[in-house]
């Protein structure tokens, strides 16, 4: 089904360009890769500052929470990459033409995430208390808003 | 500073009567514990179907999307329990009262999900093709649509 649309041919086509893009990237329509994205980023936007209160003092420090909400930011950090679907940068979305013009560039941001949210997560799971985590938690943050800051409408 | 809201006070509350709800299902606002369980709802909406078409034959076998989707529902599935929060069937949402009423029953569809979808990855990381998803999937299908038929607004 799927094949026949254009959209599904320019999908077809990113999977040939970005290496990254999971083998389950496939949306029906452009609305539900908007849709889809701005899901995960809700679930990360509301993940991050759990463990930012944590890290700041403003909320207690508790190991098990921030291991959740650190592998939530793995897990959701490898979901979101592939609803980047070429064409996707009109309709009820921030994400700017560059992300397809500058792909290296959007890709290393996708890597970058990866390699901090683990870094996050084994700080998390090593259990080192609340002054562990701040390192790992400014890495992941630098990186969540550089990539907004280069490829996000303000 | 949440511990000072009467919305926090439901939070913990929630705590104490739903022992499955992890420590990060912290939320600011009602609206956002609304959005956050429709946003991973979202996510699965869009995920089960790509496992429903291979497992229909409408879409080729591929055992990386298989795992992928599994792995995806197995994680979410564990996200938005937390997100039913006291007092949010009110707003933007179709969760019925009767999910707060009768929090065994509720809880009992959210075992069947973590249950059901841990099969379904295990048969897909298993590899015995498209066949051997077909009951899992099915049962997964079944957990989703008990649960919305007792608990969401038609």
Redesign the interface.
């Known amino acids: ?2 094949k026949h649309t254009p959209f599904a041919a320019a999908l077809v086509l990113a999977a040939g360009v970005i290496a990254a893009v ?3 990237a ?2 029906a329509k452009p609305e ?1 890769a908007i ?2 994205r ?3 980023m ?2 990360q936007g ?2 991050l500052p ?1 463990l930012g209160a944590m890290v700041q003092g ?1 909320a207690p420090y ?1 190991q ?2 921030a291991v ?2 650190a592998e ?1 930011l793995v ?1 959701t950090g490898k ?1 979101f990459p592939s609803a980047f679907v070429p064409g996707t940068d009109k309709g009820d979305t921030r994400a700017l033409p560059a992300i397809w013009k500058e792909q290296a560039a959007f890709k290393k941001h996708q890597d970058d995430l990866a390699a901090s949210t683990a870094k996050l997560l084994a700080a998390a799971k090593a259990g080192g208390g609340v002054d562990a985590l701040k390192g790992p938690f400014g890495e992941v943050a630098k990186v969540c808003n550089g990539c907004h800051d280069e490829f996000r409408k303000d």
């Open positions: 089904m799927l999971p083998a389950h496939q949306f539900d849709r889809y701005k899901s995960v809700f679930i509301q993940t759990r403003k508790d098990a929470q959740a909400s939530t897990f979901l």
